[in-house]
């Protein structure tokens, strides 16, 4: 059974950091695209950014290009994603999905506040 | 960037009539239109890919059609469960991807 389970949000205040996590099981890991998807409160989703499976090649929404850095870990099956400089507008779950986003995480809460 | 616009906005029916729901691109997307339910505090799952190809354990009820800029989700007859905010998604401009805004289907 395929599982994604994010970690890592909470409370941070503007100009802070913050790292997620999505621990990967049920599935080859390492053969799989991943990808970050953000949905701010009683909002629509955003794309935020995917990596390649194989080169690791990265790519970003142009809303945290500069700011966010996604990277993976294939020996440890989990996906990071370091997100510097938050905004009050980075405030939303941040869902990690795999490949097609034929399988999700639940989310977890990123609150950018004072 | 390519802007997926959905409509209605909302959609009111009642359980047992027919749902049809619209997703339009602002420039062609080809086939790579994919449909996602969303039920609140869950994530999002994936319903239909390449506008007509429904996800695995997906029921016949649902299906997907269009290609180009206009894109159909139909919902043949709605059960209690499907009642839910619906996406569209292209990644014909992959690595860039977009998202509609969402239509929400509510019990009249």
């Known amino acids: 059974e395929v599982q994604l389970l994010e970690s890592g949000g909470g409370l941070v205040q503007p100009g802070g950091s913050l790292r997620l996590s999505c621990a990967a099981s049920?599935?080859?890991?390492?053969?799989?695209?991943m990808s970050w998807v953000r949905q701010a409160p009683g909002k629509g989703l955003e794309w935020v950014s995917s990596?390649?499976?194989?080169?690791?090649?990265?790519y970003y929404a142009d809303s945290v290009k500069g700011r966010f850095t996604i990277s993976r870990d294939n020996s440890k099956n989990t996906l990071y994603l370091q997100m510097n400089s938050l905004r009050a507008e980075d405030t939303a779950i941040y869902f990690c999905?795999?490949?097609?986003?034929?399988?999700w995480g639940q989310g977890t809460l990123v609150t950018v506040s004072p | 960037e390519i802007v997926l616009t959905q409509s209605p906005a909302t959609l009111s029916l009642s359980p047992g009539e027919r749902a049809t729901l619209s997703c339009r691109a602002s420039?062609?997307?080809?086939?790579?239109l994919t449909w996602f339910q969303q039920k609140p505090g869950q994530a999002p799952r994936l319903l239909i890919y390449?506008?007509?190809k429904r996800a695995t354990g997906i029921p016949a009820r649902f299906s997907g059609s269009g290609s180009g800029t206009d894109f159909t989700l139909t919902i043949s007859s709605l059960e209690p469960e499907d009642f839910a905010v619906y996406y569209c998604?292209?990644?014909?401009?992959?690595?860039?991807?977009?998202f509609g805004g969402g239509t929400k289907v509510e019990i009249k």
């Open positions: 999905a795999k490949d097609a986003f034929d399988f």
């Open positions: 049920g599935f080859t890991f390492s053969n799989f695209a």
């Open positions: 990596i390649t499976s194989s080169r690791g090649t990265t």
């Open positions: 420039q062609s997307v080809n086939i790579y």
């Open positions: 390449d506008a007509s």
């Open positions: 998604q292209q990644r014909s401009s992959w690595p860039s991807l977009t």
